[in-house]
C-alpha cells in the first residue's frame, strides 16, 4: 500500500518552522558580518537616494538630461555631505567648550539633587572626570573615530561600485528571471521597495527641517547656545523613528536648565518644542506618509530595537527602510507571506488595493510599452 500524505497542517507547521529558523540564522548572519554589511547596506541606502535625486533634477531641470543627471545628484550630494561635515567639525568643539564652561553650574544641580535624595558630600563634574581612566577612554574614542574613518571609507567604496554597474541591472533581471511573468512581479517588488524608501527619505527629511526650523525659533527665542548645532542635531534625530522625536524635545530643555538661572526658560522650551513635536507627528507627517510605507507601528518600534541590536545607531538609522524591505520580499513567497501581513498595517503586504504610482501593470493590466523588463505577460489565473 502506497503511503498515506501527511496532513495539511503538518506541512504548514514544518514549513513556517522553517521559515522561522531561516529569520533567526538570517538574524545571526547579519549580525556577526555587521562589519561588512553596514557599510554596504549605508552605500545602497545612499544609491537609492542619489537615483531618485537624479530623477528629480531630470525632471524639474529641463536642460538636464538622463545622461547628465546622474553625475550632477552625485556631486550636489558630496558637497553637502563635506559642508555638513565641516560645519559639525567646526561647531563640535565650541559645543563641547560651552559644557565646560557650565561646570559651576552642574555642580549646583548635582548638589540641588543630592540634597533632594539626602546623599551627603555629592561628587562634582570635575571630581568625577579626575575618577575616569582618561587613557581607557581616549583609547575608546580614538577607536570610534577610526571606526568611522574605515566604515565612510568603504561606504564610498561600495557606493561608487553600486553606481558604476547600475547599467547590468537590466540585463541581471533578465537573465535572473527569464520567464517574463516571474521577471515582471520582480519588477514590481523592486519598485515597491525603491518608491517605499524614497518616499520615506523624502517625508522624514521634509518634516525634519519643519522640526528643526521651528525648534531653532525656539530656542533662539529663549536664548539658548548654540541653537544652529542643536537645530542640526534635530534634524539627524528625526530620522531615527521614536527616539529621535524623544531627543529632540528633551535634550534641548536639559540643555537649558544648565544655561539659565531658573526654570522659567527650560520650561518654555520644553511646551515649544513638545507642540512641535505633537502638530508634526500628529498632523503633518500622517498627511505626508499616507499609506506608502503600510507598516504597523508596533512593528516600526520592534524593528528599530532589532536593527539597532545588530547594527547600532546605523541600524537605528535604516530599521524602517529595511523593514520595509523584508516586508515586501517576504510578501513574494507563499512560506513567508504571513511574516509580511504581521509587520504590514493592514494585512496587505503587496499593497494590491493602493499601487505605488510607478509600478508597472501587473499581467491583468492592459500590455504596457515596449522594453525587456516590461513585456506583457500571459493573464495569471485568479487563487482559488
Known amino acids: 500500500?502506497?503511503?498515506?500524505?501527511?496532513?495539511?497542517?503538518?506541512?504548514?507547521?514544518?514549513?513556517?518552522?522553517?521559515?522561522?529558523?531561516?529569520?533567526?540564522?538570517?538574524?545571526?548572519?547579519?549580525?556577526?558580518?555587521?562589519?561588512?554589511?553596514?557599510?554596504?547596506?549605508?552605500?545602497?541606502?545612499?544609491?537609492?537616494?542619489?537615483?531618485?535625486?537624479?530623477?528629480?533634477?531630470?525632471?524639474?531641470?529641463?536642460?538636464?538630461?538622463?545622461?547628465?543627471?546622474?553625475?550632477?545628484?552625485?556631486?550636489?550630494?558630496?558637497?553637502?555631505?563635506?559642508?555638513?561635515?565641516?560645519?559639525?567639525?567646526?561647531?563640535?568643539?565650541?559645543?563641547?567648550?560651552?559644557?565646560?564652561?557650565?561646570?559651576?553650574?552642574?555642580?549646583?544641580?548635582?548638589?540641588?539633587?543630592?540634597?533632594?535624595?539626602?546623599?551627603?558630600?555629592?561628587?562634582?563634574?570635575?571630581?568625577?572626570?579626575k575618577g575616569l581612566d582618561a587613557s581607557k577612554y581616549l583609547g575608546l574614542a580614538a577607536r570610534a573615530v577610526q571606526d568611522f574613518a574605515s566604515t565612510a571609507l568603504f561606504v564610498l567604496v561600495y557606493l561608487a561600485f553600486i553606481l558604476a554597474s547600475r547599467k547590468g541591472w537590466e540585463r541581471k533581471a533578465i537573465g535572473l528571471f527569464p520567464q517574463r511573468e516571474e521577471r515582471q512581479d520582480a519588477v514590481i517588488a523592486f519598485l515597491r521597495i525603491r518608491d517605499g524608501v524614497e518616499r520615506y527619505l523624502f517625508v522624514q527629511t521634509v518634516t525634519g527641517l519643519m522640526v528643526a526650523s521651528l525648534s531653532f525659533v525656539a530656542m533662539v527665542a529663549v536664548g539658548l547656545h548654540d541653537a544652529l548645532f542643536w537645530a542640526f542635531l534635530i534634524f539627524l534625530a528625526v530620522y531615527i523613528p521614536v527616539a529621535g522625536g524623544v531627543f529632540a524635545g528633551v535634550a534641548p530643555p536639559l540643555f537649558a536648565l544648565v544655561q539659565f538661572d531658573g526654570y522659567g526658560r527650560a520650561f518654555v522650551l520644553f511646551l515649544a518644542l513638545q507642540a512641535v513635536g505633537v502638530i508634526i507627528g500628529n498632523v503633518v507627517y500622517p498627511r505626508m506618509q499616507g499609506r506608502s510605507?503600510?507598516?504597523?507601528?508596533?512593528?516600526?518600534?520592534?524593528?528599530?530595537?532589532?536593527?539597532?541590536?545588530?547594527?547600532?545607531?546605523?541600524?537605528?538609522?535604516?530599521?524602517?527602510?529595511?523593514?520595509?524591505?523584508?516586508?515586501?520580499?517576504?510578501?513574494?513567497?507563499?512560506?513567508?507571506?504571513?511574516?509580511?501581513?504581521?509587520?504590514?498595517?493592514?494585512?496587505?503586504?503587496?499593497?494590491?488595493?493602493?499601487?505605488?504610482?510607478?509600478?508597472?501593470?501587473?499581467?491583468?493590466?492592459?500590455?504596457?510599452?515596449?522594453?525587456?523588463?516590461?513585456?506583457?505577460?500571459?493573464?495569471?489565473?485568479?487563487?482559488?
Open 1 to 129: 500500500m502506497p503511503a498515506s500524505a501527511p496532513p495539511a497542517g503538518v506541512t504548514t507547521v514544518a514549513r513556517n518552522a522553517l521559515v522561522v529558523l531561516a529569520v533567526i540564522a538570517a538574524g545571526a548572519t547579519l549580525y556577526f558580518m555587521a562589519s561588512i554589511l553596514t557599510p554596504l547596506a549605508l552605500a545602497m541606502f545612499l544609491a537609492v537616494m542619489i537615483d531618485g535625486f537624479a530623477r528629480v533634477l531630470q525632471h524639474r531641470l529641463p536642460h538636464v538630461s538622463r545622461r547628465a543627471a546622474l553625475p550632477l545628484a552625485v556631486t550636489i550630494s558630496l558637497v553637502l555631505f563635506g559642508g555638513t561635515a565641516v560645519f559639525v567639525a567646526m561647531n563640535g568643539a565650541n559645543f563641547v567648550g560651552q559644557l565646560v564652561a557650565y561646570e559651576p553650574k552642574l555642580d549646583a544641580i548635582i548638589a540641588q539633587l543630592a540634597g533632594m535624595a539626602r546623599v551627603k558630600d555629592p561628587p562634582t563634574v570635575l571630581s568625577v572626570i
Open 293 to 384: 510605507l503600510n507598516i504597523d507601528p508596533v512593528m516600526v518600534l520592534l524593528s528599530l530595537a532589532f536593527w539597532s541590536a545588530i547594527w547600532g545607531l546605523t541600524g537605528a538609522f535604516l530599521s524602517t527602510p529595511l523593514t520595509v524591505m523584508a516586508m515586501v520580499i517576504l510578501a513574494q513567497f507563499d512560506g513567508s507571506r504571513w511574516i509580511a501581513v504581521i509587520l504590514s498595517a493592514d494585512g496587505d503586504p503587496q499593497q494590491l488595493k493602493n499601487k505605488m504610482p510607478n509600478e508597472p501593470p501587473d499581467a491583468a493590466d492592459p500590455p504596457p510599452s515596449k522594453g525587456p523588463l516590461s513585456e506583457p505577460s500571459r493573464r495569471r489565473p485568479k487563487a482559488a
